[in-house]
């Protein structure tokens, strides 16, 4: 049983900052990522990372946005600064797993609003 725990969303001003932390267990996982679906738009990628660190981020995200990765917490975080209003969306850890499962967690909400 995978299990995928976000944490961090919230209500924040534009130029804010916000850290989501999503805790993974369950399986040893190959990748871990970020999603997010805005109201109307389809799910898009944010930011992944693999087990070894190596990092993929979407071109808005670069820049303004941080992935890491803590293997011995089986634990994923994403350092949102400089958050946009276009930022707001429900964002999703994404799972891979050493057998190319894919599990998703229940979200958390991101608000970027004055």
């Known amino acids: 049983q995978v299990t995928l725990v976000e944490s961090g969303g919230g209500l924040v001003q534009p130029g804010g900052s916000l850290r989501l932390s999503c805790a993974a267990s369950?399986?040893?996982?190959?990748?871990l990522g970020w999603y997010r679906q805005a109201p109307g738009k389809q799910p898009e990628l944010v930011a992944e990372i693999t087990r070894g660190g190596n990092t993929n981020l979407t071109d808005y995200a670069k820049g303004r946005f941080t992935i890491s990765r803590d293997n011995a917490k089986n634990t994923v975080y994403l350092q949102m600064n400089s958050l946009k209003p276009e930022d707001t969306a429900v964002y999703y850890c994404?799972?891979?797993?050493?057998?190319?499962?894919?599990?998703w967690g229940q979200g958390t909400q991101v608000t970027v609003s004055s």
């Open positions: 994404r799972s891979l797993d050493w057998r190319s499962r894919i599990n």
């Open positions: 369950g399986s040893i996982f190959s990748s």
